[in-house]
């Protein structure tokens, strides 16, 4: 499996996960939000992808965010690609291009209509959304 493949996995399988990831950002006691995992660009580009999302940010916008983060990762490459080969992974893994959130964005539009039909279905509702973006777009 892939870096694509895996956020699709993602996206099909970890209902639960996202939003209980998306609810910390409705209780304005909460901020400021750190968001992180091993590499912080896979759990981490998702979720803050959702999250511009809800804030209405563009998603080509979304999709060069997420692409800095292969050009942070060039001072520290090697060391990245050696961790994800130890972990028994391809190199895939320690790159962050582009298409790799432009298709995961496009992944959800084909099968829910939308990031908002996505939350939706995770249960990640209107008035859920509009409590975010009354936080992080005042």
Do not use: W
Request: glycine share 6%; net charge negative; charged share 25%.
């Amino acid at each position: 499996m892939g870096v694509k493949q895996m956020y699709k996995e993602f996206i099909t399988h970890c209902h639960r996960e996202l939003k209980q990831a998306l609810m910390i950002f409705v209780n304005p006691d909460n901020y400021p939000i750190h968001i992180h995992c091993t590499q912080g660009k896979d759990r981490t580009g998702l979720l803050s992808a959702l999250i511009l999302l809800i804030a209405g940010v563009p998603e080509d916008v979304i999709v060069n965010d997420y692409a800095k983060t292969q050009r942070e990762f060039a001072p520290i490459y090697d060391a990245v690609v050696e961790d994800v080969r130890k972990a028994g992974l391809t190199e895939d893994f320690a790159q962050a291009p582009p298409q790799n959130m432009r298709e995961t964005l496009e992944y959800i539009n084909t099968e829910y209509g939308s990031a908002i039909g996505f939350m939706d279905a995770i249960g990640f509702d209107e008035d859920l959304r509009e409590r975010v973006r009354n936080i992080i777009c005042s």
